[in-house]
């Protein structure tokens, strides 16, 4: 078993002391013990294209506050940051252990309607995280889009596959749908946490934050527009179940990008 937090918030703009705040207090409101506390895409700025005045350090503010937090509250973190490393910004994903060590993954797929590949530096690699028996492939916003880079392989399989996003709610159908095909097509739990609220460019942002079953199947939906904090139990002998009834993956292709 597995329980998992996501927090479904609006985001001060370009504030990131405000943002660590506000995300502090609303940890500070989980009621119920749990092993993954998941955060929006960018979750300290907001989607900011101004890297060279907001990117921090590679370990600056936002990944020591993620690895005070993960220490004092003994669960993992992630959430996406504007980082600066070594002379170019990435949108860059932490994951923070309970013990405070960490890994990371740099966004992809930048997302060119928002000029966010001229800001930053793509990644070129995934990471899967191996947690509490589970492994777990946590990816960014854009991403979504992109199933190849997705796919569930033979040589580097997963069990969860997450997504942090400021995904814009005029958009919020494909952002659901697509949730639900990488469930299916995967045969994994899917995360999709997205933010609320309209950020300094008037971009409504809905949440429509979930997660579905292998079977593609809704088994938490947080209502849109809502700052809340909700937890999720996921049966990983469920998800092993499903997939030895119905061995989809034996037959998928296996290929490297």
Avoid at 155 to 160: E, F, W
Wanted: net charge neutral.
């Amino acid at each position: 078993m597995l329980s998992i937090t996501l927090i479904q918030s609006n985001l001060f703009w370009e504030d990131v002391d405000q943002n660590l705040k506000q995300f502090e207090s609303k940890i500070d409101l989980i009621s119920q013990p749990t092993d993954l506390i998941v955060l929006p895409e960018m979750f300290t700025t907001g989607f900011t294209m101004d890297p060279k005045a907001y990117a921090e350090s590679h370990e600056g503010k936002g990944l020591n506050w993620m690895q005070l937090i993960a220490k004092d509250k003994n669960t993992a973190l992630v959430g996406s940051i504007s980082i600066k490393d070594r002379d170019k910004f990435y949108n860059r994903l932490y994951w923070v252990f309970p013990d405070g060590s960490y890994k990371y993954y740099d966004k992809k797929h930048l997302f060119s309607m928002g000029n966010e590949n001229k800001k930053y530096h793509a990644g070129n690699s995934r990471i899967i995280i191996d947690y509490k028996g589970w492994k777990i492939c946590p990816l960014i916003c854009y991403d979504l889009r992109f199933p190849v880079w997705s796919r569930n392989t033979k040589k580097n399989s997963y069990d969860i596959l997450i997504y942090i996003a400021n995904w814009p709610a005029v958009r919020a159908h494909p952002w659901k749908q697509l949730l639900i095909a990488r469930a299916i097509e995967n045969q994994c739990f899917v995360i999709g946490l997205n933010r609320v609220g309209k950020d300094i460019n008037k971009i409504e942002h809905s949440g429509d934050s979930m997660v579905i079953n292998a079977k593609g199947e809704i088994i938490n939906q947080i209502k849109i527009n809502e700052e809340t904090e909700q937890t999720t139990t996921i049966n990983k002998a469920e998800l092993i179940d499903f997939r030895n009834t119905f061995s989809v993956l034996n037959d998928a292709d296996d290929f490297t990008i």
